[in-house]
C-alpha cells in the first residue's frame, strides 16, 4: 500500500480484508481532522451512521439531510446531542444558505442526472467560496465517477469493485 490510492484485496474465493462500512468512517474522520474541516454534511444521512461516528472523533460541526420521514424520525432519536439532522430533500435544498466546507454522499441517488444536479448545485454555491472544500464520496459506482471530472481527486480507497471512498477538492 503506498501513495494515496488504496487498493484492497479482490479474491474470487475470499472475502475483502476490509469490507466494514467502519473502515470509511474511521479514514473520513481522519481525513476531517488532518484537513482541519469546520463543518460538513451527511447529504442522504440515514440513520446517523456516519453523523454520530463524525460528532465523536472530530471537532467539525456536523449535519445531515435525510429525506425518508421514517429514517428521519429514527435518526432523530438517534442522533448525538451536537449533531443537526434535518427532514430535507438533497436536490430541493438550496446549498447558497449553507457554509459547508465538506459534503459526504453515500451514493444517495440513483440516476446520474439527479447526482448531477447535486454536484452543479453544490458547485453553484461555491462560486465566491475563496478556501477548498471537499466531495466524499462512498460506493459511487465507476459510471458516477466522470460526474467529479471538475474536481481533484486526492485520495481513493478501493476495499472492492463495488466498495469505495474517493476524497475530491476544489
Known sequence: VSGNNY?????????DAIPCPYFFIHEIAKFVNEKKISDLIDLGSGFGRITNFLNDT??????????SNEVFKISIKNKKENVVIKHQDILQADYNNFNFDCY?????????????????????SKTNYNKKYYIITININKEKTHIFNKHNLIKNIEASSLKSIKFYSN
Not at 487498493?7 to 472475502?15: C, G, L, M, P, T
Not at 472530530?58 to 429525506?67: D, H, L, M, Q, V
Not at 459526504?104 to 453553484?124: A, M
Open 7 to 15: 487498493k484492497i484485496q479482490n479474491h474470487d474465493s475470499r472475502a
Open 104 to 124: 459526504i454522499l453515500n451514493d444517495p441517488l440513483k440516476k446520474n442526472s439527479d447526482l448531477e444536479k447535486l454536484i452543479r448545485k453544490i458547485e453553484s
Open 58 to 67: 472530530t471537532n467539525a460541526s456536523i449535519s445531515g439531510f435525510e429525506a
